[in-house]
């Protein structure tokens, strides 16, 4: 993998860049979030390990530029001191894809990026998905939802793309987090914050929610017909 790592603390950064480029991978790295956003946006990563707080420009915002303005969408693990629901609600909704709280093991840095990365690469699916009023492009990751255009972090798109499968289908728990993150997520925390994020972006640009929430069941998409 090609890692780019976007911290201020000399430190961790040191730690970060010694431990992935024995492990063979390429790094670069950035101390403060102006040049990592200029690194992110004009190099070819396949994963960015981002801290929260930077100087110059914060990571939520350089995740947020970096989605929204350059249509990138590496992988990006946050690192961060804070694990509140709020705090993980922000982060998804300006385009983290998996957070890590500081302290934390190089061991489990390097796995975390390498299963975005494979999640990443194995996107295979071209075919426009329609449900309703709702429409999603895999290989644009456009989704339009009564006309307007919807913008969601990457692991929310996988999220629609997966109940725009099959409407009406109830999906598991387990089976969401399968689709999303490769395996079973460890709380629920994970998919309810994600969940909260897609049905926030669809009923602002559509007006309306199309996902249901079964109780005790799972989710699914309920769409309506366009008129």
């Not at 975390?112 to 990751?141: F, N, Q, W």
């Not at 629920?188 to 009923?203: A, P, W, Y």
Request: charged share 30%.
């Amino acid at each position: 993998m090609r890692v780019l790592i976007i911290e201020d603390d000399p430190v961790i950064a040191a730690n970060l860049y010694d431990f992935l480029e024995g492990k063979g991978h390429g790094v670069d790295a950035a101390a403060d979030g102006v040049t990592g956003l200029h690194l992110a946006v004009t190099g070819n990563f396949d994963a960015i390990v981002l801290d929260l707080g930077l100087p110059g420009m914060d990571g939520m915002a350089l995740c947020r530029k970096l989605r929204g303005e350059a249509n990138n969408d590496t992988p990006v693990l946050m690192l961060t001191a804070r694990d509140t629901l709020e705090d993980k609600l922000e982060g998804f909704a300006h385009g983290a894809d998996d957070f890590l709280v500081k302290p934390f093991a190089l061991k489990e840095v390097e796995a975390r990026l390498a299963a975005l990365h494979k999640r990443r690469a194995g996107r295979v699916t071209s075919r426009t998905l329609t449900s309703g009023e709702i429409s999603l492009d895999p290989r644009t990751l456009l989704i339009r939802f009564r006309g307007k255009e919807v913008r969601l972090p990457p692991k929310c798109i996988r999220l629609l793309e997966t109940l725009m499968t099959e409407p009406r289908r109830v999906f598991s728990r387990k089976e969401l987090e399968t689709s999303v993150w490769g395996e079973e997520q460890g709380t629920s925390d994970t998919l309810r914050s994600h969940m909260h994020v897609l049905r926030r972006e669809l009923i602002q640009a559509g007006g309306y929610d199309p996902v249901e929430n079964v109780h005790g069941l799972g989710y699914r998409l309920v769409p309506r017909d366009a008129n």
